[in-house]
């Protein structure tokens, strides 16, 4: 059973290579973005509350996010594995994971640690051509990735369970990495 957890800074290609991995391995990507946007979609009540604070323009506090994650986590498609994209984003969104995963039986997970360096990830980011991804605004995406995000990478090495991956190279051979490491 293959159950990943993606971490990197934006523009590394996270969701990418999740999809892609995903597809290979036929499990379900599992990002949080995306759950977010079906219970919304939905109008389930988790998606009713989201959409309460994203009206007001406010970040869905953690615990709504946790309640989204577990909700998910306990559909029957993650029993053969899964890949989680974009959760958790701090250490006390893994520690919560890590109880979630052991309550449900489904412990067992890697990190996946996707490193490229900022000058790439900017060049990256600023390639995509969306209209909020200015340098002066993924430079700050940055550094809040790595006052927040950045800690897990430690977090994870410190329980044995983190696996880097070179981000810094060409989609096809980030994919042949990541599946060597699956498959070691």
Do not use: C
């Not at 520690?95 to 489904?106: N, P, R, S």
């Not at 369970?161 to 980030?174: D, H, I």
């Amino acid at each position: 059973m293959t159950r990943l957890i993606f971490l990197g800074p934006p523009g590394a290609g996270k969701g990418t290579q999740a999809i892609t991995l995903a597809e290979f391995l036929r499990i379900p990507h599992i990002s949080t973005g995306d759950i977010l946007r079906q219970a919304i979609k939905d109008q389930t009540p988790l998606g009713i509350k989201a959409q309460s604070y994203m009206d007001a323009g406010e970040l869905v506090p953690d615990q709504l996010v946790q309640d989204l994650v577990e909700e998910r986590l306990n559909q029957p498609d993650t029993k053969t594995g899964w890949i989680l994209d974009g959760f958790p984003r701090k250490v006390t969104q893994a520690a919560f994971l890590a109880e979630l995963l052991q309550k449900i039986g489904q412990g067992g997970e890697r990190v996946v640690n996707l490193d490229a360096p900022d000058d790439v990830v900017i060049t990256r980011l600023l390639g995509r051509g969306r209209k909020d991804d200015n340098e002066e605004v993924i430079r700050r995406r940055l550094e809040v990735y790595r006052e927040e995000t950045a800690p897990l990478i430690d977090y994870y090495r410190d329980r044995q369970k983190l696996l880097t991956v070179n981000g810094n190279q060409s989609q096809a051979e980030v994919t042949d990495s990541l599946k060597n490491l699956i498959a070691a």
